[in-house]
């Protein structure tokens, strides 16, 4: 464990990016293989809007990676952090608290909050109104929503009190998760659940995406499950009925293309509409 977070202190850029690329690769891959749905898109063309956005989102965190380093400097030479004021414990568990509660206060919290408030809510749209969600969907953000999300990740290393090696071993693990919560994957149907009960699996997520509520407004866990367990956000729906997409942006041309997504944000609020049980 101490090799692990000896890497991940000191991981060059170069390694974090092949990272990315090593990870859209094989479920990009896979996805032709296992397919859950046999989208009659262009895949190539589909996933320009996403790269697009996931390349705004790299040059993001990279530019602020230095607060980061900073505020993990400051709370492990202050003492200051929810891991720091706890007991003497083995370095296995400092880290795997760590990573559970930077999930939580990066992703999870920041997740349900993207859909509570309305001006959030019409931002993190971007993410949602892709109509064919696959493993270049993970990193579809708007660039306002990966400086909201970089400061829900700040605020939890402040909190949480980590330092800068758990941090980066929690953004790696984070986006390998993504990856694969978003891949247009088919796992058999006990194997992706008993996954879920640990991590946030492939079906579990696509929940998430179905186009109405309340299953927009339901599984908002990143790397692990138990939060959704926890505080009752947890839902499931037949994968074989899931709609991708958002019910009150319906427009295909406008959401795929980087410059309909880059206004997007600016519409008028509009509410997804709720599911009846007669739907």
């Known amino acids: 464990m101490e090799t692990i977070v000896n890497y991940f202190e000191t991981i060059p850029s170069t390694h974090r990016s092949l990272i990315l690329v ?24 589909h996933a320009v809007p ?28 202050s003492g200051f952090g929810i891991i720091n004021w706890l ?3 083995p370095l296995w568990l400092y880290v795997m608290l760590g990573v559970l509660l930077l999930d939580f206060f990066g992703a999870y919290l920041a997740h349900y909050v993207e859909h509570k408030v309305k001006p959030l809510w019409m931002i993190h749209l971007v993410h949602h109104t892709d109509h064919e969600v696959d493993t270049t969907t993970a990193n ?10 970089f400061s829900f990740t700040l605020f939890g290393v402040f909190l949480v009190g980590t330092p800068i090696g758990i941090v980066m071993l929690y953004q790696s693990l984070s986006l390998v998760a993504t990856q694969f919560g978003h891949a247009n994957i088919r796992l058999p149907k006990k194997v992706d659940e008993a996954i879920s009960w640990i991590v946030v699996s492939p079906d579990m997520h696509k929940v998430h995406h179905h186009y109405r509520l309340p299953y927009t407004d339901s599984n908002y866990g990143n790397i692990f499950s138990i939060w959704d367990r926890i505080f009752g956000t947890f839902m499931k729906l037949d994968r074989e009925t899931i709609v991708y997409g958002v019910d009150t942006f319906p427009n295909k041309k406008e959401n ?7 206004k997007q944000p600016f519409h008028k609020y509009r509410r997804p509409t709720t599911m009846t049980s007669d739907s």
């Open 256 to 262: 795929g293309s980087v410059a309909g997504l880059l």
């Open 140 to 149: 579809r953000h708007h660039p306002l929503e990966s400086l909201i999300r």
């Open 87 to 89: 007991p003497e414990m």
């Open 50 to 77: 996403n790269f697009f956005f996931t390349l705004t989102t790299i040059i993001i965190n990279f530019a602020l990676a230095f607060l980061l380093l900073s505020t993990s400097d400051w709370v492990g030479a």
């Open 22 to 45: 090593l990870g859209i690769t094989f479920f990009w891959l896979l996805e032709g293989v296992v397919p859950l749905f046999r989208f009659t898109y262009r895949k190539w063309r």
